[in-house]
């Protein structure tokens, strides 16, 4: 366990050099960019450190491990958690080395002395959110050329095989898609009539865009219209040889079945609004405390400077 210790020498050799330094220097870049170097080593290593740990509580057997969800709630916290720290450490690092001032008063040290851990805070965000978007581009790209290469080979196999089903050729796992094979699969003990003669006879690819659309033009109402209902039984019925009264009945649950699919979707997306939204909230707070916590470790780091107190971590009175 780390134990921190710290004493103050008030020797007349241990007083501080104050100087001031030029007119335009009122900020020391270097203690801040060391301070946001520092806090984000110290990010990646207690965040290497949570994702390990991460995967030690987890298990992809049944009923073992923690759930997903408070997975989710203990990562959240423990990010949170390392954000503050690491740029609290950063902002101590920024105030213990900056210059001090000779003819600062006490209000206007302070406030410059925070200032630089505010520096460093801000410094560490930029950079931080610079590296998150050039990752997640890369990881976009790399998706987007895999995806093109796989099109491109099914396409190219499709082609090098005329025989190959259009239904091979490509999947569609539109609701709608669905709908419209619950429809026209053939009825129990029926077959499906020839190609030739009647509306219904028509290829599946010559159906189901009119199917589509009168389902897309009844899926916000409670019940199917009535002539689409009785147009789309005709057509079943037609295709699949069923009575009309059961040709009737399947398209009524093929469109319940739509609706209820389209239903689901609505509530996942509207899920993950909600998830999002929290998430988007306790990252801006999460982003504030740690703002302050970079503040107020600068100013830690400056009095300790001032005060020329020594810090002893493991027992050691060097900085490491």
Not at 143 to 167: L, M
């Amino acid at each position: 366990m780390a134990v921190v210790t710290s004493t103050t020498t008030n020797s007349p050799t241990a007083a501080v050099i104050a100087s001031d330094p030029p007119g335009w220097r009122y900020v020391d870049w270097g203690p801040i960019i060391v301070g946001t170097l520092g806090a984000l080593a110290f990010m990646v290593v207690l965040m290497t450190f949570g994702g390990a740990l991460g995967l030690s509580v987890v298990s992809p057997q049944p009923y073992a491990g923690l759930s997903g969800k408070a997975l989710a709630v203990l990562a959240g916290l423990y990010a949170a958690l390392v954000h503050v720290a690491s740029f609290s450490a950063g902002g101590y690092l920024a105030g213990r080395m900056r210059t001090p001032w000779a003819t600062s008063d006490t209000v206007e040290k302070h406030f410059r002395d925070g200032g630089h851990g505010f520096a460093v805070w801000a410094l560490g965000v930029v950079v931080g959110a610079a590296l998150a978007l050039s990752g997640v581009s890369g990881v976009v790209k790399a998706i987007s050329g895999a995806t093109t290469a796989v099109t491109a080979a099914g396409a190219a196999g499709a082609a090098a095989n005329p025989q190959t089903p259009a239904a091979l050729q490509q999947i569609s796992m539109q609701p709608t898609d669905y709908a419209v094979d619950r429809l026209l699969a053939p009825g129990p003990g029926a077959a499906a009539p020839a190609a030739a003669g009647g509306a219904g006879t028509g290829s599946r690819a010559d159906l189901a865009a009119p199917i589509a659309r009168a389902f897309a033009a009844n899926i916000n109402n409670p019940q199917l219209d009535a002539r689409d209902r009785t147009w789309l039984a005709s057509l079943v019925s037609q295709r699949t040889g069923l009575p009309q009264a059961d040709a009737e009945k399947r398209v009524d649950e093929a469109f319940t079945e739509l609706k209820a699919a389209e239903q689901k979707a609505r509530d996942a997306a509207d899920k993950a609004r909600k998830a999002t939204l929290i998430a988007g909230f306790l990252a801006a707070a999460t982003m504030a405390i740690g703002a302050a916590a970079a503040c107020a470790g600068a100013a830690l780091g400056a009095r300790h400077r001032d005060e020329r107190t020594l810090v002893a971590l493991f027992g050691s009175r060097r900085f490491w």
